[in-house]
């Protein structure tokens, strides 16, 4: 190498590692700004409730005593508060997840008399129908998000949730807000607990220590040890003849196997009837070791969905059981219509889950919680003849009365409302007068106007912060367009103040706004926001400080923003515009994968018109026909692979799920099985016609690729082995176990790190091939290398393969052969850009954002709470294991925007030789990663526009606030998998490969 060649690479090298400095720092640019705009959208948007301090005392009514005399006559005990208690001490069972359809006898009328859980749990109902003065039986309708932890929440304070809080399901903290635990821990009551550990987060320092028993909540797959430990401890509590000797007053149990078997099975499996049976042996116990001052409830937290989960607002979800019993006659029944109370039996009402908060409080000689917006229920304070109205009034009244004084304290349109007001007064003037029954129903007419325009103005909007969020995220699509679509490709002088200035007004900006929020309170309250929104506002101001300054100087800004585009840039942005439309109304958003599915289909369509039309030679045409056909089939042939939401009715059958349960069938694992067999061959075969299948392909490809498939094959139907019983129990079960959960963390370590460290040490697919081009004994020897050709194309796509790997393995089996089809959908898409020359097209990488949000659908999922597969995170571990519970559940939810993002820098690489500017090339791949970036920040403005423009839509938070979250996330995953992909993986395999070939 001559002297003046080996200074011309040096000066490629170093030319090359600024550029590849440079594109890092700009993607982390736009990812910073679009972090903050999400921020503030967030703050803006998914408000948590206000919560009042202030807590309910025995000593003081929440009116003035002395205007009605309803209490002038009470002599209450020392222990009582507001009014008499009925009960010296309770029961409370909680059944997590005791939908109330579990506890109803099977009816021979119903169609689906041959579903598991029918008649599995007859005891409540044949109890209340023996003996309705001695039991209750209710159908509990719980707030959405119908998630443990709000539940509970709500069980406990009366109040309402908002539907942030169903993110905070794993991360409880102890309650501030006034409730009745603590409130008979404020009166030294003796308090018990046994079951879900979620009850220790929240109320730990009221429960007596020596009679707790917390068990871990979240291992779904454990049906039986939470609820082992419920029955083993309660007995010996409730009669006394547990080793403490301690006295009780409240006893709380929480049994999980009815929840888990849903998770795991679905709640048409043998499991939940097993289950459900357990239950109903375990009630009649419980009903026997009683007393006759004791008061047993037991209820469900929630319901589950067709498949067994739960977190959404569908019927099966919201409504649970509440089953409440005496061994003395009780409860009374009321016929009214004020009440919907006209039919007792096979209808059964309704009541609010808030409601019992009240109803606990005062047969307990508590006082109603602050916060409580829940009202008595009726049947327990009639009294067993039905004809105790003076003390339903009572009840009301005080209920009422607190409730009152909450919204007066509270302030703001509850207090100022009118009609409230004039409520009200109404209350106040029967109690005086002494009219029970009017008085009843004025305090019911108020309670349920109070909690209709709590349901409507909870959440108060930050219009101004979600305005902020929406400006910074359509800036950053402003930006990433002028950056991938706009500026030259040759920059690199002016790379160097783009960086310095962006980087100074980002720190300028942020210092000023910072210190102007500590001084005088400006822009925002909180530093941290003004400090976000500082920086944001500095990148934006350097950013096109710099680019107009380049523009304008080069006297082409005109013509670069407004020349007229190529055919290929109006089909990307219409294929957008038809994405982010969908947003426009909540049918087209509960039919979106439809909608995906067609348009993925009509990519395909057009690229085969378009090949056939503009390529020349018959082969290119063949071949072309042929990889539009393969994005077309498999895309029809992925859509088959569903899971439905509820709003799709029953025009939508789910696939994706063995019928009737929340598990993979057998079928499925033989589907995946002969996949793996077929999609490493397949892979090979494009590596193939570029001489590319040599060097760590095969090594690739031929075992890793198919050793992984075939673990995770194995993983699975050792699963389903284990989900149908046919493993024995006891150490054969325990083994069984231990081996499945070793082959799940050997796969997600090897290829994850073990695989992609390999590559990163230098993997090539090139071979050099020598040959004698003669037949003369002197001839000297050549060599040439095989794969040379598409050298930077089948190196990176070796990243991709190891990631499929780790996306397998977190994935049920028919969301692995999806996550198959998407990989042969991305190598067939790669060769049509190649055969129509479409390298910087954005076709290629908005067709690469079309694959991967279609098939996040086919992959299981849908743009609902319910439908996220917590149970993916328990595949590596039996219990919750930081961070390998995370990394799962995230894989298993994003795989195919991973793969994508990932893919994306092949758009620019493909079929690309050592190139004598890498430093160009490596640009030219960064915009191709900016322009799917711009894609997904697209939908997600459009998510986010609309989200606001229904913010008062009756759908807003079952349908667009759910979409807005898997945008938000989805963004959030594009942008750092696009990061990694050019600046880790992209740069490298370019810098490696220049510095092997010195091009």
């Given at each position: 190498?001559?002297?003046?060649h080996?200074?011309?690479?040096?000066?490629?090298?170093l030319?090359?590692?600024?550029?590849?400095?440079?594109?890092?720092?700009?993607?982390?640019?736009?990812?910073?700004?679009?972090?903050?705009?999400?921020?503030?959208?967030?703050?803006?948007?998914?408000?948590?409730?206000?919560?009042?301090?202030?807590?309910s005392?025995c000593?003081?009514?929440?009116?003035?005593?002395?205007?009605f005399?309803?209490?002038?006559?009470?002599?209450?005990?020392k222990?009582?508060?507001?009014?008499?208690?009925?009960?010296?001490?309770?029961?409370?069972?909680?059944?997590?997840?005791?939908?109330?359809?579990?506890?109803?006898?099977?009816d021979?009328?119903?169609?689906n008399?041959?579903?598991?859980?029918?008649?599995?749990?007859?005891?409540?109902?044949?109890?209340?129908?023996?003996?309705?003065?001695?039991?209750?039986?209710?159908k509990?309708?719980?707030?959405?998000?119908?998630?443990?932890?709000?539940?509970?929440?709500?069980?406990?304070?009366?109040?309402?949730?908002?539907?942030?809080?169903?993110?905070s399901n794993f991360?409880?903290?102890?309650i501030?807000?006034?409730?009745?635990?603590g409130?008979?821990?404020?009166?030294n009551?003796?308090?018990?607990?046994?079951?879900?550990?979620?009850?220790m987060?929240?109320?730990?320092?009221?429960?007596?220590?020596?009679?707790t028993?917390?068990?871990?909540?979240?291992?779904?797959?454990d049906?039986?040890?939470?609820?082992?430990?419920?029955?083993?401890?309660?007995?010996?509590?409730?009669?006394?003849?547990?080793?403490?000797d301690?006295?009780?007053?409240?006893?709380?149990g929480?049994?999980?196997?009815?929840?888990?078997?849903?998770?795991?099975?679905?709640?048409?499996?043998?499991?939940?009837?097993?289950?459900?049976?357990?239950?109903?042996?375990?009630?009649q116990?419980?009903?026997n070791?009683i007393?006759?001052?004791?008061l047993?409830?037991?209820?469900?937290?929630?319901?589950?969905?067709?498949k067994?989960?739960?977190?959404?607002?569908?019927?099966?979800?919201?409504?649970?059981t509440?089953?409440?019993?005496?061994k003395?006659?009780?409860?009374?029944?009321?016929e009214?219509?004020?009440?919907?109370?006209?039919?007792?039996?096979e209808?059964h009402?309704s009541?609010?889950?808030?409601?019992?908060?009240?109803?606990i409080s005062?047969?307990?000689?508590?006082?109603?919680?602050?916060?409580?917006?829940?009202?008595?229920?009726?049947?327990?304070?009639?009294g067993?003849?039905s004809d105790?109205?003076?003390?339903?009034?009572?009840a009301?009244?005080?209920?009422?009365?607190?409730?009152?004084?909450y919204t007066?304290?509270?302030?703001?349109?509850?207090a100022?409302d009118?009609?409230?007001?004039?409520?009200?007064?109404e209350?106040?003037?029967?109690?005086?007068?002494?009219?029970?029954?009017?008085?009843?129903?004025?305090?019911t007419?108020?309670?349920?106007?109070?909690?209709?325009?709590?349901?409507?103005?909870?959440?108060?909007?930050?219009?101004?912060?979600?305005?902020?969020?929406?400006?910074?995220?359509?800036?950053?699509?402003?930006?990433?367009y002028?950056y991938?679509?706009?500026l030259?490709?040759?920059l690199?002088?002016?790379?160097?103040?783009l960086?310095?200035?962006?980087?100074?007004g980002?720190?300028?900006?942020?210092?000023?706004?910072?210190?102007?929020?500590?001084?005088?309170?400006f822009p925002?309250?909180?530093?941290?926001?003004?400090?976000?929104?500082?920086?944001?506002?500095?990148?934006?101001?350097?950013?096109?400080?710099?680019?107009?300054?380049?523009?304008?100087s080069s006297?082409?800004?005109?013509?670069?923003?407004?020349?007229?585009?190529?055919?290929?840039?109006?089909v990307?942005?219409?294929?957008?515009?038809?994405?982010?439309?969908?947003?426009?109304?909540?049918?087209?958003?509960?039919w979106?994968?439809?909608?995906?599915?067609?348009?993925?289909?009509?990519?395909g369509?057009i690229?085969?018109?378009?090949?056939?039309?503009?390529?020349?030679?018959?082969?290119?045409?063949?071949?072309?026909?042929?990889?539009?056909l393969?994005?077309?089939g498999?895309?029809?042939?992925?859509?088959?692979?569903?899971?439905c939401?509820?709003?799709?009715?029953?025009?939508?059958?789910?696939?994706?799920y063995?019928?009737?349960?929340?598990?993979?069938?057998?079928?499925?694992?033989?589907?995946?099985?002969?996949?793996?067999?077929?999609?490493?061959?397949?892979?090979?075969?494009?590596?193939?016609s570029?001489?590319?299948?040599?060097g760590?392909?095969?090594?690739?490809?031929?075992?890793?690729?198919?050793?992984?498939?075939?673990?995770?094959?194995?993983?699975?139907?050792m699963?389903?082995?284990?989900?149908?019983?046919?493993?024995?129990?006891?150490?054969?079960?325990?083994?069984?176990?231990?081996?499945?959960?070793?082959?799940?963390?050997?796969?997600?370590?090897?290829?994850?790190?073990?695989?992609?460290?390999?590559?990163?040490?230098?993997?090539?697919?090139?071979?050099?091939?020598?040959?004698?081009?003669?037949?003369?004994?002197?001839?000297?020897?050549q060599?040439?290398?095989?794969?040379?050709?598409?050298?930077?194309?089948?190196?990176?796509?070796?990243?991709?393969i190891?990631f499929?790997?780790?996306?397998?393995?977190?994935s049920?089996?028919?969301?692995?052969?999806?996550?198959?089809l998407?990989?042969?959908?991305?190598?067939?898409?790669?060769e049509?850009?190649?055969?129509?020359d479409?390298?910087?097209?954005p076709?290629?990488?908005?067709?690469?954002?079309?694959?991967?949000?279609?098939?996040?659908?086919?992959?299981?999922?849908?743009?609902?709470?319910?439908?996220?597969?917590?149970?993916a995170?328990?595949i590596?571990?039996?219990?919750?294991?930081?961070?390998?519970?995370?990394?799962?559940?995230?894989?298993?939810?994003?795989?195919?925007?991973?793969?994508?993002?990932?893919?994306?820098?092949?758009?620019?690489?493909?079929?690309?030789?050592?190139?004598?500017?890498?430093?160009?090339?490596?640009?030219?791949?960064?915009?191709?990663?900016?322009?799917?970036?711009?894609?997904?920040?697209?939908?997600?403005?459009?998510?986010?526009?609309?989200?606001?423009?229904?913010?008062?839509?009756?759908?807003?938070?079952?349908i667009?606030?759910?979409?807005?979250?898997?945008?938000?996330?989805?963004?959030?995953?594009t942008?750092?998998?696009?990061?990694?992909g050019?600046?880790?993986?992209?740069?490298?395999?370019?810098?490696?490969?220049?510095?092997?070939?010195?091009?």
């Open positions: 190498m001559t002297l003046n080996r200074i011309k690479v040096k000066t490629q090298a030319k090359l590692k600024n550029v590849w400095v440079q594109v890092s720092v700009i993607l982390a640019w736009f990812i910073a700004l679009q972090f903050i705009a999400l921020l503030f959208f967030k703050k803006g948007f998914l408000l948590s409730r206000p919560v009042l301090s202030n807590h005392e000593a003081i009514l929440p009116f003035d005593s002395t205007e005399d309803l209490f002038s006559n009470d002599n209450l005990e222990d009582s508060c507001w009014t008499q208690k009925s009960f010296d001490r309770a029961v409370i069972v909680v059944i997590d997840a005791l939908r109330f359809d579990f506890v109803m006898p099977n021979p009328s119903n169609d008399t041959d579903l598991n859980y029918l008649h599995s749990f007859p005891f409540l109902y044949e109890q209340t129908q023996q003996n309705p003065q001695n039991s209750l039986l209710l509990f309708i719980a707030d959405p998000p119908t998630t443990t932890l709000q539940r509970l929440k709500g069980l406990t304070t009366g109040s309402l949730p908002t539907f942030i809080d169903a993110g991360a409880g903290t102890e501030d807000e006034d409730n009745w635990i409130q008979l821990a404020k009166l009551k003796s308090i018990s607990f046994i079951g879900d550990d979620t009850w987060a929240l109320f730990a320092p009221n429960f007596n220590s020596k009679l028993h917390p068990y871990e909540s979240l291992n779904v797959k049906l039986h040890t939470v609820d082992n430990g419920v029955i083993e401890h309660l007995f010996p509590i409730l009669e006394n003849t547990d080793e403490t301690e006295e009780w007053d409240v006893t709380i929480h049994l999980l196997g009815v929840d888990h078997a849903g998770h795991r099975y679905g709640p048409n499996h043998s499991e939940m009837k097993k289950k459900l049976e357990q239950m109903n042996s375990f009630i116990d419980v009903v070791s007393e006759d001052d004791t047993l409830i037991v209820m469900g937290d929630h319901g589950m969905d067709p067994g989960d739960h977190g959404g607002e569908s019927l099966q979800e919201v409504e649970s509440l089953w409440m019993y005496s003395t006659p009780f409860f009374g029944r009321l009214n219509s004020f009440y919907n109370t006209t039919a007792y039996g209808n009402r009541v609010n889950q808030i409601d019992l908060v009240s109803t005062l047969l307990l000689g508590l006082p109603v919680p602050f916060n409580n917006l829940g009202f008595p229920i009726i049947e327990a304070f009639l067993p003849e105790d109205l003076r003390s339903v009034a009572k009301d009244f005080l209920t009422a009365a607190q409730i009152h004084k007066s304290t509270f302030g703001g349109m509850l100022s009118a009609a409230a007001e004039k409520l009200w007064e209350v106040q003037q029967y109690a005086k007068e002494g009219k029970w029954n009017l008085l009843v129903e004025a305090s007419e108020y309670q349920k106007y109070v909690l209709e325009e709590c349901h409507v103005l909870w959440v108060n909007f930050d219009v101004v912060s979600m305005v902020i969020g929406i400006t910074l995220l359509a800036f950053s699509a402003v930006m990433i002028v991938a679509r706009v030259p490709v040759e690199d002088s002016i790379y160097a103040l960086l310095k200035t962006v980087s100074s980002a720190s300028t900006f942020g210092l000023a706004f910072w210190v102007a929020s500590r001084v005088i309170r925002f309250e909180s530093p941290a926001y003004s400090l976000g929104l500082g920086i944001a506002v500095g990148i934006i101001v350097g950013y096109f400080g710099v680019v107009a300054t380049i523009l304008f006297n082409k800004i005109l013509h670069l923003l407004f020349a007229p585009k190529d055919k290929w840039s109006i990307a942005f219409a294929f957008t515009i038809l994405h982010v439309l969908t947003f426009t109304s909540n049918s087209f958003v509960n979106e994968d439809g909608t995906l599915s067609f348009l993925v289909t009509t990519m369509f690229f085969l018109i378009y090949s056939l039309q503009n390529l020349t030679d018959d082969r290119s045409k063949v071949m072309a026909a042929y990889f539009s393969l994005i077309m498999f895309s029809r042939l992925s859509a088959l692979i569903r899971v939401r509820e709003e799709q009715g029953a025009t939508c059958i789910t696939t994706f063995e019928n009737g349960t929340s598990t993979a069938s057998f079928n499925h694992v033989l589907i995946l099985g002969f996949v793996s067999l077929i999609l490493p061959s397949t892979i090979s075969s494009f590596y193939t570029t001489a590319n299948f040599n760590s392909a095969s090594v690739w490809i031929s075992y890793g690729l198919r050793i992984a498939m075939f673990m995770t094959t194995m993983f699975w139907g699963d389903i082995a284990e989900n149908k019983g046919w493993v024995g129990l006891g150490p054969a079960l325990t083994a069984f176990k231990e081996v499945k959960v070793l082959i799940a963390r050997i796969l997600f370590g090897v290829t994850l790190f073990a695989a992609n460290y390999a590559w990163y040490r230098g993997a090539l697919c090139v071979k050099i091939d020598f040959f004698n081009n003669g037949n003369n004994s002197g001839q000297k020897v060599a040439r290398i095989l794969g040379y050709s598409n050298i930077y194309g089948s190196t990176l796509f070796l990243v991709l190891n499929f790997g780790v996306c397998l393995i977190a049920k089996p028919l969301a692995g052969v999806s996550l198959s998407l990989l042969v959908q991305i190598l067939a898409l790669l049509i850009l190649d055969l129509n479409l390298y910087v097209s076709i290629g990488p908005i067709s690469l954002g079309l694959l991967g949000a279609s098939h996040f659908f086919t992959t299981g999922h849908q743009a609902t709470v319910p439908s996220i597969q917590w149970d995170g328990f590596p571990a039996e219990s919750i294991v930081f961070p390998l519970t995370h990394a799962f559940i995230l894989f298993n939810t994003f795989g195919s925007q991973i793969l994508v993002a990932l893919a994306v820098p092949l758009v620019a690489l493909w079929k690309i030789s050592p190139s004598k500017e890498p430093s160009s090339l490596l640009t030219i791949t960064n915009r191709a990663s900016c322009t799917l970036i711009l894609y997904q920040t697209v939908v997600t403005l459009s998510s986010m526009i609309f989200a606001m423009h229904f913010r008062r839509h009756l759908m807003i938070w079952k667009f606030a759910p979409r807005f979250m898997l945008a938000a996330l989805s963004l959030g995953v942008d750092i998998a696009v990061f990694l050019v600046a880790v993986f992209a740069g490298k395999a370019v810098s490696y490969i220049n510095q092997v070939f010195n091009t």
